[in-house]
């Protein structure tokens, strides 16, 4: 009796086998708040155009399309270039700082001059200054220029002389361009002497 229970097991269990089983299904915890919102599409890229500009904007589009003539850009005078590299390069071998002051000892005003100097003040030097302001304001001209002991040219006078040696450039460039298009007009007009055949 044991043996026929025994094959009866096992012939359950082997129909058992060759029957599908359902699968249990899991059964999720509820979430709270709302639902979850839908996972966006994915955005294509734009299509590259011939025309970005377009006549009439489309409606539908989202994209900002901005037209305008494209422009040159910054650009630097080339006279006030040349103005800095020229001030640049005749400040190139001054001395900077305290050094560039000159030795002014022997000039003080007063009787503890210089060892070996006279005392006082050079008053032919100063009829002479008083001269030449007299005469200058006679003729309306600046007196300023009178008192720089070290003359330099300022950043504003460089660019000056480099725009007035540019236009004396362009100008002789002009001057020759006309002259060589006057002679080729000339040799053009010149009638051509003709050959005679010979006979």
Same mark, same amino acid.
């Given at each position: 009796?044991?043996?026929a229970?025994?094959?009866?097991?096992?012939?359950?269990?082997?129909?058992?086998?060759?029957?599908?089983?359902?699968?249990?299904?899991?059964?999720?915890?509820?979430?709270?708040?709302?639902?979850?919102?839908?996972?966006?599409?994915p955005?294509a890229?734009?299509?590259? &155009?011939?025309?970005?500009?377009?006549?009439a904007?489309?409606?539908d589009?989202k994209?900002?399309?901005?037209c305008?003539?494209k422009i040159?850009?910054?650009?630097i005078?080339p006279?006030?270039?040349a103005?800095?590299k020229?001030?640049?390069d005749?400040?190139?071998?001054?001395?900077?700082?305290?050094?560039?002051?000159?030795?002014?000892?022997?000039?003080v005003?007063?009787?503890?001059g210089c060892?070996?100097?006279?005392?006082?003040v050079?008053?032919?030097?100063?009829?002479?200054?008083? &001269?030449?302001?007299?005469q200058?304001?006679?003729?309306?001209q600046?007196?300023?220029?009178?008192f720089?002991?070290?003359?330099?040219?300022s950043?504003?006078?460089y660019y000056?002389?480099?725009?007035?040696?540019?236009?004396?450039?362009?100008?002789?460039?002009?001057?020759?361009?006309?002259?060589?298009?006057?002679?080729?007009a000339a040799a053009?007009?010149?009638?051509q002497p003709? &050959?005679?055949a010979?006979?």
């Amino acid at each position: 009796m044991i043996a026929a229970l025994l094959v009866a097991e096992a012939m359950s269990g082997q129909a058992a086998a060759d029957t599908p089983q359902a699968v249990p299904v899991q059964h999720t915890a509820p979430s709270y708040g709302p639902p979850a919102p839908p996972r966006p599409k994915p955005v294509a890229a734009p299509k590259p &155009t011939a025309d970005r500009c377009p006549r009439a904007p489309d409606p539908d589009s989202k994209d900002i399309v901005v037209c305008a003539p494209k422009i040159e850009g910054y650009r630097i005078d080339p006279d006030i270039l040349a103005a800095r590299k020229a001030h640049r390069d005749a400040m190139a071998g001054r001395p900077r700082g305290p050094e560039r002051l000159p030795d002014r000892s022997c000039a003080v005003v007063g009787p503890a001059g210089c060892m070996g100097a006279g005392a006082g003040v050079n008053l032919m030097a100063v009829a002479a200054v008083v &001269t030449e302001i007299g005469q200058r304001l006679a003729k309306g001209q600046k007196v300023g220029d009178i008192f720089v002991t070290e003359p330099q040219m300022s950043e504003y006078q460089y660019y000056l002389a480099a725009k007035k040696a540019r236009e004396a450039k362009e100008a002789e460039a002009a001057a020759k361009a006309a002259k060589a298009a006057a002679q080729a007009a000339a040799a053009a007009a010149k009638p051509q002497p003709q &050959t005679k055949a010979a006979n």
